[in-house]
């Protein structure tokens, strides 16, 4: 009977063949990442690594199961809407489950890319939009009036800018001014300038980068006449290079790095025989592909450096990333504290990293019990100079 | 007693951070008010410091966070931490859910605790402070 109806009525109204020839969606991941999608073979080997599902054990919420009711969206079973917000606002973008793919998904891109779409049809999370409203109104993304004043040169001629970030500023002041104060023992000149949100986490977060932001930082850094900006944010270092707003330092020649790639070149004459240890930040490692670095400075300065069980392309994710922490700060604590538990485990008595983020997530995660110091690269080394000259 | 929503107990001491402080035998107790709580949206991180640390009045000592919201706790007296609130480190929204009780912050030995008469007290203080703050957060 089926048959017999197909024989009269136009090719394309046929059961069969639409489902071969798929209606153009009102999705943008899905015109731009079906085949991803569907690339997923559902084999799980993201679950073993997802910082999220590490953390609240719910299928749903890693890559695979994020996979599967992409699917189910994709086939007009369920409907992108409020109800998904939860489920697909939960990735840090830490890309964990990219590296482990098989398959090779880019699930963080496809979820970049999901919540545009949610943004679009007016399902967001409201810390997200929080985010986006704020960077609107503001020069930073915790909406603070005014910065901690660093005592030092800004928005000079210089051979160096020190790009420092919002976290940096408004969240780990303290932080920044041991880097400030190292960069001044070893020598760099550099300027600060009135630095604004690099604005790169909106695209995370289902916007798009603020252009007035991005072309504030241009001209603030074009200004200085420096060819090289030193970031103490591998968000920022990220964002700079990989962006396309930001796009016009690289035609000027100016090159952007990571501190961590700045600190590597220098023979630092200081040494601790503290058990330490280090955490990659996703930003710097899965995204930028810099783990030696960090390393060589910090096997320079602790022979007593180890590593934890989980490291380098494979690290934990501090649970930061992605909007989580704004948006789901209990969550984002559970996935710093697995962390953690690596670093007492590893018997470590300080916890480096090379971003103020995690620092911040994980200072704010660490139980009382733990008595490691968590701190950034910089910071340490800062100290260990000062109790040299001291 | 209520300021236009806001439970104020008019026992208590406060200092202008909106933090509650009272006596308590030898030492001083110290939490976040209905105010700051109610403005400051979820509590998801209080930094509870080593007891023995020392405190300075009028100088920062730890940090609280929401989602936010960054607050700093300021010392209202001259003394040093004698205790912290351990159930705050995996439980901090006990301060939303009980902020006169089950979420108090801090123990503090005083040098001299007559010091927190310098602090604002009773009804009509506390009425003239709070209204000029719910003025001051509505912009």
Known sequence: MVFLLCAFVPLSLCPSLRRRRPMESKYDFVKKYREQVLQCSRCGFCQAVCPVYGATLRPSYNARGKMLILKEVMDGKIPLNDELVETLCQCTTCASCHKNCPSGVNVPEIIKEVRKDLVHIGSCHPAFKGMNEVLEKNTNIYAEEKGPDFGRAKNQKAEVVFFIGCVGTYREDEATEATLDLLDRIGVKYTLIDEVCCSGVLEDVGYQLNERLAKKNIELILATGAKTVVTGCPYCSRTFNKKPQYQELKDKGVKVIHVSQLLKDFDLGVKTDKKVTYHDPCDLGRHCDIYDEPRETIRKIAPGFVELPHNRVDALCCGAGGGVRGAFPKNSLAMARRRLQEAEDAGAEVVLTECNSCVHNLANAKLRKQKFRICTTTQFINELMEAKEA | ?139
């Open chain 2, 1 to 139: 007693m209520d300021i236009q929503g806001y439970k104020m107990p008019d026992e208590l001491y406060y200092e202008e951070n909106h933090f509650w402080i009272k006596e308590e035998g030898d030492f001083l107790v110290m939490g976040m008010d209905d105010f700051a709580q109610k403005l400051a949206g979820e509590i998801v991180y209080v930094q509870l410091p080593e007891e023995g640390k020392e405190l300075s009045v009028g100088k920062k000592f730890a940090k609280i966070e929401s989602g936010k919201w960054l607050g700093k706790a300021f010392a209202p007296v001259n003394g040093e931490l004698a205790g912290v609130n351990e159930e705050l480190e995996t439980n901090p929204g006990l301060i939303n859910q009980d902020c006169y009780g089950k979420g108090w912050m801090y123990k503090i030995k005083a040098q001299d605790k007559a010091e927190i008469k310098k602090l604002i007290h009773g009804p009509d203080a506390l009425t003239k402070w709070v209204l000029a703050d719910i003025e001051k957060y509505k912009k």
